[in-house]
Structure formats: C-alpha cells, structure tokens
C-alpha cells in the first residue's frame, strides 16, 4: 500500500480542497500534517491569484497574483518567489523533521519556479514519511517525471464522480500510516 500519494486531475476539479479535508480530518483525531497548501485569491468572483499557507504556523502568503510586477511569469500571473520561499519551501522542510504526514499542494508549474521548492520536495520524498500531495496534470518539469515514475509512489486522478468521498479512503490511509 502505498503512503506516498499525489493527487491529479483536471484544474477546478477539487484536488485542493481533497487535500486540505484530509489535511484537517487527521489533524482533529491527532495526526500530525505539515506542508503547504495553496488556495484561490479571488476579488469579487474573480481569481486574481494564489495563497500558499504553512499548515504548521498557519503562516500565509501570496504565491502568485495578477498584480505581482516581478517574479517569474505563468499565465497572467507572477509568481512571488519570496513567499514560495519562505513559506511554501520551509512549509515542506518542517513538515519532513516534525510531522507525520507530509502535504504538498501542489508541484505545479507555479512551484517549480524555485529550485528550492524543488529540492525541498526532493527531501521529503527520500526522507520516506507518508506523502500527500498534488501535481499538476500537465507538467513536464523532471520534478513531475521522478515523482509520476516512482514504483512507490500512487497517483490517484481526482474526478467529479470520486472527489466528495476520496477525502475519507485518504484519511483512512494516512491514519494508520507509519511515520
């Protein structure tokens, strides 16, 4: 069985919010869950950008944003290395030394800007604790080919039909994962 499981899937589909569900029901029967997640910003109905959150501090920051002037260009966005650094890189770092389950939301072409992000996720995959994460479905990066590759490592396609009920089979995994 597999503790090392990267969630993919087609954008908007729920592959986040899979992950911060599962992230939070195992924090509430005393798993500990560290990483990083990443959400919407959005003015009005309108998404403008992205957070990355530290799930150990609660620690905050904008990981990319439509009115971000510097800062490597994905789309209509650039990505603020600064707080993809500071928060998402440290986010995974901490998780590997302190928690039970390592969260990584998610290795995209947003994330894979930083080279020590890269490495960071590096870490946490030979470190051998019990994984969850996301990838981007499309992503070339080597990062992406190494961890879609890995005989010991379950990608699980997220869909509309499997979304409201994998949070609970992922919980059920992670609780009695050794780590």
Do not use: C, W
């Amino acid at each position: 069985m597999a503790f090392r499981v990267f969630l993919t899937g087609s954008p908007g589909v729920g592959k986040s919010t899979v992950v911060r569900q599962v992230a939070e029901e195992l924090r509430q029967i005393g798993v500990k869950a560290g990483g990083m997640t990443t959400g919407d910003i959005r003015s009005r109905s309108e998404r403008v950008g992205f957070e990355i959150r530290n799930l150990l501090t609660g620690e905050v920051g904008v990981l990319a944003h439509v009115n971000q002037s510097t800062g490597p260009r994905i789309g209509r966005y650039h990505v603020n290395s600064e707080d993809l650094d500071h928060i998402g890189t440290a986010a995974v770092l901490s998780a590997v030394s302190t928690a039970r389950l390592v969260v990584i939301d998610e290795v995209g072409p947003m994330e894979l800007t930083s080279i020590r992000f890269k490495d960071a996720v590096r870490a946490a995959v030979a470190s051998r604790k019990p994984i969850l994460g996301t990838v981007h479905r499309n992503a070339q990066d080597p990062l992406v080919r190494e961890i879609k590759s890995d005989r010991k490592t379950e990608i699980t396609e997220v869909t509309y039909g499997n979304r409201d009920t994998l949070a609970k089979v992922l919980v059920e995994r992670f609780r009695v994962a050794p780590g």
